[in-house]
């Protein structure tokens, strides 16, 4: 008898966005690094974070993060493109929607430097709308 394969809804194994039950259920803490942004995102279902993900897009991301206000944070990542030259984004973490997504253009900025203190400012208005 032959096995049959296991249908999933998409691209994570819980099918896209996060697995059954976990929605919202993870949130990133007022002052949160790289580890619990890693966490959470695994724990909802997401591979932004595997090993394989990261080396295809040859990707990397800091140790620093930036809480939202609402239980997400911002982070800087960098990927290297074809022309070999390393660039920086924005990401945030939205913890109720389960996912990640770019603030502005992707790869916008030349320096990691840049981009940290953008993401700290863009951080510290977010978390201000929220008080």
């Known amino acids: 008898m032959a096995r049959r394969k296991k249908r999933g809804f ?3 194994r819980y099918g896209k966005g996060p ?3 976990i929605r919202g ?3 990133i803490d007022e002052y949160p ?3 619990d942004v890693k ?3 695994r724990e909802c279902g997401s ?3 595997d090993k394989d993900t990261m080396r295809f897009f040859k990707s990397r991301v800091g140790s620093e993060a930036y809480a939202d ?3 997400g944070a911002y982070f800087v990542s960098s990927e290297q493109g ?3 030259i390393r660039r920086y984004s924005i990401q945030h973490f939205n913890a109720k929607k389960c996912n990640i997504s770019t603030i502005g253009k992707f790869q916008k900025y030349k320096t990691g430097a840049i981009a940290k203190r953008i993401a700290k400012k863009i951080s510290a208005k977010a978390s201000k709308r929220r008080k």
């Open 69 to 71: 206000g609402k239980g």
């Open 19 to 21: 697995a059954p039950g």
């Open 82 to 84: 074809p022309d070999e």
């Open 10 to 12: 998409g691209g994570t």
């Open 47 to 49: 591979h932004w974070f």
């Open 39 to 41: 966490k959470c995102a």
């Open 25 to 27: 259920k993870c949130e």
């Open 33 to 35: 690094d790289m580890g």
